[in-house]
């Protein structure tokens, strides 16, 4: 508990600002949580639901340059893109494309896995004595690929994980069956994570965590931020809904929508939208034992609540652009073919904005410049995932405690404007 009590308003009430404010609450700090809408209206509540710790490869691995254009113009590829939107996105895009080497990859894994490499613990710890506990299911992670020599085009990707301290066993044929039967019959190879988990509800988990913070004397605003009020180069509050709140820090944490506040700030961010879709089974006719990654068509599966979850595809669109048919399509056809049992009462559909920084590592830390204003945000595919460890080093940074992990690769001084 800090001696020093603040007043912290945190922009953003997805996984990351909701277990920032839980952890500065702990601290002792005075907590303002705000967002245009609720907690867990966005990306929080439509994720695939793994803690897969085990996700630190980058979409950006070598190789990705020569397979993209033909990825782009198969209807059987993830990979979707709203073609009038290219001439906005190419600025982006090349910088995320130009760190499709082995060298960039190999460092984005380091950088990433002290931010997820414990998440199952990391939930843990953030939702004890919420009433979110319930959610958080210890569980395998599965990888399931056609057979040996399709998880052998993916050595790259493995070898790094082992590098980065992650172990697993092999499933193969009649072993694989024994462990879940429920799966196509040309899907012949898994890999296995143990210590990984799921969450069975995201958008409930992180609307039970925001609760607890209400009910321990956090406050809740639903509006728009405008502006981080500064004084002598010092956060002194924040605009939003026409007012002015007085605050010590604030944090930015908007997952895709922090670019113009972020600008604001002095960073000039490359972020990007990667749209992803669910669809979800509910009453289904059969549920797999564990969450699992196709690896063939790049999408999850993951056991919820009264429902399966199947979650993934990549759509480079924007922010205003309606949801698109295509990728929903493919989901559907992929999930046939993944689970030839599958049947729900009905199916429901969603898309939703993961946050894609160019350089694939979020932006986390203290604002150069600018004593009080932190950034919490550019997860990627692993906001759910690393949300509680993010949330829990921006809180030990405001109280003024140095986390134990060096925080300079994921500084948002590397997007600071020259001026």
Request: glycine fraction near 12%; include cysteine; proline fraction near 6%.
């Amino acid at each position: 508990m800090t001696t020093d009590r603040k007043t912290v308003a945190i922009i953003g009430a997805g996984i990351v600002g909701v277990s920032a404010a839980i952890w500065l609450q702990r601290e002792g700090h005075e907590v303002i949580l705000i967002d245009r809408k609720g907690p867990a209206e966005g990306t929080s509540y439509g994720n695939g639901g793994v803690l897969a710790s085990c996700s630190v490869v980058p979409v950006t691995t070598p190789g990705l340059i020569a397979k993209a254009p033909k990825m782009l113009f198969s209807a059987d590829q993830p990979l979707f893109l709203r073609y009038g939107y290219l001439p906005r996105l190419l600025p982006w895009l090349r910088k995320y494309l130009s760190h499709a080497n082995a060298k960039d990859t190999t460092r984005i894994a380091s950088a990433l896995t002290p931010i997820i490499g414990d998440s199952l613990e990391d939930h843990t710890a953030l939702a004890a004595g919420t009433g979110a506990e319930g959610y958080i299911h210890p569980s395998d992670y599965l990888f399931i690929y056609d057979d040996r020599a399709h998880f052998g085009s993916d050595a790259f990707g493995w070898n790094l994980r082992k590098a980065n301290g992650f172990h697993w066993d092999e499933l193969e044929g009649a072993a694989f069956r024994a462990y879940d039967p429920i799966f196509s019959e040309d899907l012949n190879f898994a890999v296995r994570l143990g210590g990984h988990g799921r969450i069975s509800d995201p958008g409930a988990y992180v609307q039970a965590l925001a609760c607890h913070l209400e009910a321990r004397g956090g406050r809740f605003l639903r509006a728009d931020v405008e502006d981080v009020v500064q004084e002598n180069g010092e956060v002194t509050g924040i605009r939003a809904g026409g007012e002015t709140l007085a605050c010590d820090a604030a944090v930015l944490a908007t997952g895709v929508w922090s670019g113009p506040l972020a600008k604001k700030l002095g960073l000039n961010v490359p972020l990007e939208s990667e749209r992803g879709y669910h669809l979800e089974f509910w009453e289904p006719s059969v549920m797999p034992k564990s969450p699992v990654m196709i690896a063939g068509g790049k999408f999850v599966i993951t056991p919820m609540e009264g429902r399966v979850r199947l979650a993934g595809v990549v759509e480079f669109g924007g922010l205003e652009a309606q949801p698109s048919r295509a990728p929903l399509d493919l989901l559907r056809r992929n999930a046939v073919k993944a689970i030839p049992g599958l049947r729900g009462a009905h199916v429901t559909e969603w898309m939703g904005h993961r946050p894609a920084p160019a350089d694939s590592i979020p932006v986390i830390g203290e604002v150069p410049g600018i004593k009080g204003a932190f950034t919490g945000f550019g997860h990627h595919h692993i906001g759910l995932t690393g949300g509680p460890k993010t949330g829990r080093l921006l809180a030990q940074m405001i109280s003024g405690r140095q986390p134990n992990i060096d925080l300079n690769v994921y500084s948002p001084a590397r997007f600071k404007e020259a001026g």
